[in-house]
Nanobody
Framework: QVQLVESGGGLVQAGGSLRLSCAAS????????MGWFRQAPGKEREFVSG????????YYADSVKGRFTISRDNAQNTVYLQMNNLKPEDTAVYYC??????????????????WGQGTQVTVSS
């Protein structure tokens, strides 16, 4: 059974930092794009960041560019999201996702077949 388990969420003041982790089990994703999405209350889920299978390509939503950094450790089957200079508008449930198709990239959440349960990030002003 494939599982993606996020951790690292929490409550932080504006300007603070958090590091999210997503540990995959049940299969390896070392050849697959992985991404982070988020859903704020009353809003649709949106793309935050993605990373290609070897880390050679990283992608960010304009709203987080320059503040968030995505990385991965294929040996640990884990992807990370370092979030700095957090703002209240970053408050959301953050989801990790993985594509089943190897070596391909998309930021369309419909292209991700595996999803974690989400971790809450709350940024106070």
């Amino acid at each position: 059974q494939v599982q993606l388990v996020e951790s690292g969420g929490g409550l932080v003041q504006a300007g603070g930092s958090l590091r999210l982790s997503c540990a995959a089990s049940g299969r390896t994703f070392s050849r697959n794009t992985m991404g982070w999405f988020r859903q704020a209350p009353g809003k649709e889920r949106e793309f935050v960041s993605g990373i290609t299978w070897n880390g050679g390509g990283t992608y960010y939503a304009d709203s987080v560019k320059g503040r968030f950094t995505i990385s991965r450790d294929n040996a640990q089957n884990t992807v990370y999201l370092q979030m700095n200079n957090l703002k209240p508008e970053d408050t959301a449930v953050y989801y990790c996702a993985a594509r089943s198709v190897q070596f391909t990239w998309t930021r369309d959440q419909g292209g991700y077949e595996y999803w974690g349960q989400g971790t809450q990030v709350t940024v106070s002003s």
